[in-house]
């Protein structure tokens, strides 16, 4: 196999993982309050300011840091729904409104605070040096980042299917008036929505934390594929966002890959356009279908 391919190949799944973290909570979020969250990206860089703070200013064991930078995240995510994104639920366009102007209360707050010169993140003690599989590098950092962001996915999709919470979630997002006359509490299902949500973009942020520099304007490229993946996997479909992860990071990487990354994104959103005009409300339609 050739060499380049089965690289662009290795890198593309990376990547996949990373974006499906990313647009998972873009989904939740859509599926059950009917909002699209511009913010989301911004979510996704203060995972990446978490991950500098905790393990890059304070030492924290890499692994504690991700763990810290997930709660605290989630917990923010969970003020803004309370106080920002609740009286606008199923209001696309005021969500939209109000989401935008938390990208710019988010990205002034993190350059006052932390500065707008570009944050290093330190390789994770333990994962340095790198592995070879047929004909592939990839470091072994890379390789943990792929597990970790596998098994974020594989437990978010246990919690969706098999506890009882989750199963709430899927009921609002199918009916939130039947699920209210069910005994299902909307609001505790919508905060812990955004908490999730949030709390898989921050890691996300932590996991590119190495791999790129961190700053206060990171969220915004992250947001335009994120929005690709859902929209083309099925606005609010958990499976739909998975597929539309794996497509677009694989598109992203090849296309990297052998036309050039100043062109991935176009080819992005050429592919985007091509499985819309097939299937205009995506690959999947309905949230939480299976």
Request: aromatic share 10%; net charge positive.
């Amino acid at each position: 196999m050739d060499e380049v391919f089965l690289q662009a190949s290795v890198n593309g799944i990376l990547l996949s993982l990373l974006l499906i973290l990313f647009a998972l909570g873009l989904s939740l979020v859509f599926g059950i309050m009917r909002i699209i969250n511009f913010a989301h990206g911004e979510i996704y860089m203060l995972g990446g300011f978490g991950i500098w703070v905790f393990s890059a200013q304070h030492h924290v064991n890499y692994l504690l840091a991700i763990v810290l930078t997930m709660a605290a995240v989630a917990l923010i995510g969970i003020i803004i729904e309370r106080f920002f994104l609740k009286p606008f639920r199923g209001k696309l366009l005021s969500g939209l409104i109000v989401s935008v102007a938390l990208i710019l209360i988010l990205q002034t707050s993190t350059a006052l605070g932390f500065g707008f010169q570009d944050k290093a993140v330190p390789t994770a003690p333990g994962f340095e040096g790198v592995i070879s599989v047929l004909g592939a590098t990839l470091s072994r950092e890379r390789v943990f980042f792929i597990i970790i962001a596998a098994v974020l996915v594989l437990l978010l999709h246990l919690f969706l299917q098999r506890t009882k919470p989750g199963k709430a979630m899927r009921a609002t997002a199918q009916e939130p008036d039947g699920a209210a006359l069910l005994g299902i509490k909307v609001d505790r299902t919508c905060s812990m929505a955004m908490g999730i949500g949030c709390a898989l973009a921050a890691a996300a942020g932590c996991l590119t934390g190495t791999m790129f520099y961190v700053n206060s304007f990171i969220g915004a490229p992250w947001l335009m594929k994120g929005l690709a993946a859902i929209v083309l996997g099925g606005l609010g479909s958990i499976p739909g966002t998975i597929a539309g992860g794996f497509i677009i990071g694989i598109t992203e990487s090849y296309g990297s890959t052998y036309i050039g990354a100043d062109f991935s994104l176009t080819l992005i959103f050429l592919v985007l356009l091509l499985v819309l005009i097939i299937r205009p409300r995506g690959l999947f339609g309905l949230p939480f279908r299976q």
